[in-house]
């Protein structure tokens, strides 16, 4: 039986589940089995991204289960991104309407700018590089203008909602000075390692729903660099001593601990599996419930560790709307 998600509702009035899934990284058969497994063990709010090109698998799955009779396209709430090769005006319709093309949808639930820096348009691999392997930047991005295309979409009915991903606080007071339409929901990287308190209180104060995205702190990098016999410097989470404590505390796992934290907190967590046991395990959070103490001990593991390594795009701290200037890890 699929389990039944507590919903929270947005500025916008639309409901969506408290938990969602994650696909960055799933491609292709892999995450056409996974998403069944998801959809069976009740996921409904879909977590996608132009740039993780895997949104026609989605939209292949989706429109199974809604001809099939098994889903309503309103059971759906799907979240997909404009990427920063479109953060331009004219770029925001022309890659919606490829996301909704993709999808095989009328319309995103919640369309979200992935960053607030911009690349030049361009076709291929994300991102483009030059030969020296530095990041090709387009340094003129004007969040206003782009915001306000964004609008636009709204009022076109293609996007019911429309939001932002890693901005940072000053850029996120800039739009809500003006907009016409708030922004809806952040998504930033969000878990006990890296817990933004002063960014949340921002959204809460502002009605803007918290996205946490990374939420396990994404231990995948771990696990493929203990295969390889290498060494990481990855934080990991799942395996912090407080986080096990509280797993054994409570017959759970570490997953499963941080998971129900991010809920605790007011955080949306879209956990990434494509594992069939994983994938129910992380829907699992709604029988249990974390106390104080436990509370207290989790938010005392904040530390600003980052799991995202921006070394991987050099040169980007460039861009004048690079938003994390101060988390870009240096190499000792
Ligand atoms: N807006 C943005 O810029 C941005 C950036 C990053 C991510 N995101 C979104 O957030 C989602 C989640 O973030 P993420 O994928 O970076 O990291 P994550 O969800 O924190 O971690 C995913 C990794 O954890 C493993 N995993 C999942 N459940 C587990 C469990 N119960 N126990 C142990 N390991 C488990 C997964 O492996 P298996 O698949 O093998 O289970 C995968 O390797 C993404 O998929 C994407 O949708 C957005």
Redesign the pocket.
């Known amino acids: 039986m699929a389990t039944k998600i507590p919903t929270i509702t947005l500025n916008n009035g639309a409901k969506t589940p408290s938990i969602g899934y ?4 799933a491609l292709d058969e892999e995450l056409e089995k996974a998403l069944e497994k998801a959809l069976e063990a009740g996921y409904r709010h879909i ?3 132009y740039v993780y090109q895997n949104e026609k698998v989605i939209g292949k799955v989706l429109k199974r289960w809604i001809n099939d009779g098994k889903l309503k396209r309103e059971d759906i709430f799907l979240v997909t ?1 404009l990427p920063h090769a479109g953060n331009r005006p004219e770029g925001v319709v022309k890659y919606l309407k490829r996301s909704l093309e993709n999808l095989q949808v009328e319309y995103i639930d919640l369309y979200l700018i ?2 607030p820096y911009g690349l030049p348009d361009f076709e291929g691999d994300f991102p483009p590089k030059d030969s020296n392997g530095n990041i090709i930047l387009d340094m003129s991005t004007d969040h206003i203008a782009i915001w306000k295309a964004m609008e636009e979409q709204v009022d076109a009915g293609l996007a019911k909602a429309i939001g932002l ?2 901005f940072n606080k000053s850029q996120i007071e800039r739009i809500l000075k003006n907009s016409r339409i708030k922004p809806s929901a952040l ?1 930033i ?1 969000l878990h006990a390692f890296l817990q933004q308190n002063e960014l949340v209180g921002l959204c809460k104060e502002n009605n803007i729903l918290v996205i946490a ?8 990098v771990n ?1 493929i660099a203990e295969k390889l016999g290498q060494k990481t410097d990855h934080p990991d989470i ?1 395996g912090n001593p407080t986080v096990k404590a509280i797993a054994k505390k409570h017959s759970k ?1 570490e ?1 499963q601990v941080l998971l129900r934290f991010s809920v605790q907190q007011g955080w949306l967590p ?6 069939p046991e ?1 994938i129910k ?2 829907l699992d959070i709604f029988g249990f419930q974390l106390d104080k103490q436990d509370v207290n001990e989790l938010k005392s593991l904040d530390a600003d560790i980052t799991v ?1 390594d921006y070394r991987r795009f050099k040169g980007v701290e460039n861009h004048p709307e690079f938003p994390f200037k101060d988390r870009i890890k240096t190499k000792n």
């Open positions: 994650g696909t960055c990284q977590d996608t991204a991104k992935h960053g991903s890693n998504q990287e995205h990374s939420p396990l702190g994404n231990p995948g696990k799942l796992t997953a879209i956990p990434k599996s494509v594992n994983r395990q992380n995202l």
